[in-house]
């Protein structure tokens, strides 16, 4: 089993402004460090868990059908983590490996808690 958690709470606090006023690093925490690392441990995983029927959990956050957050970069690394599940239950299903992603929401981190506070 391979449950992949990587993203970078750099880009906290998220701010839902137009992406043009957005700095080009939240592309890189949320894509560079999320998504690309989520796909690279897949990769590596697969060889592996082809052997013996594995599964593939990928933590990402549910967002609505429009999958509109408000924070561009955010909205394509979330919902790229949503495509990805399914790219990789199709290319692995007839190996019997599933992928399923969950949405366990802000992991409390120093990162989190100094944005956050308590809560």
């Not at 013996?52 to 561009?72: A, F, P, Q």
Request: proline share 3%.
């Amino acid at each position: 089993m391979l449950v992949a958690n990587a993203f970078n709470g750099n880009a906290i606090p998220f701010k839902s402004d137009p992406f043009w006023k957005l700095s080009l690093t939240n592309w890189h925490n949320m894509i560079d460090n999320g998504l690309r690392n989520h796909l690279v441990a897949a990769w590596h995983a697969a060889p592996l868990l082809n052997r013996r029927k594995g599964r593939i959990v990928l933590t990402g956050l549910k967002t609505s059908d429009e999958g509109i957050m408000g924070n561009l970069f955010n909205d394509l690394a979330m919902n790229g983590i949503s495509k990805l599940t399914h790219a990789l239950n199709y290319e692995l299903s007839t190996h019997g490996v599933t992928s399923v992603a969950i949405s366990p929401g802000f992991t409390r981190t120093e990162a989190i808690m100094a944005v956050m506070g308590g809560n």
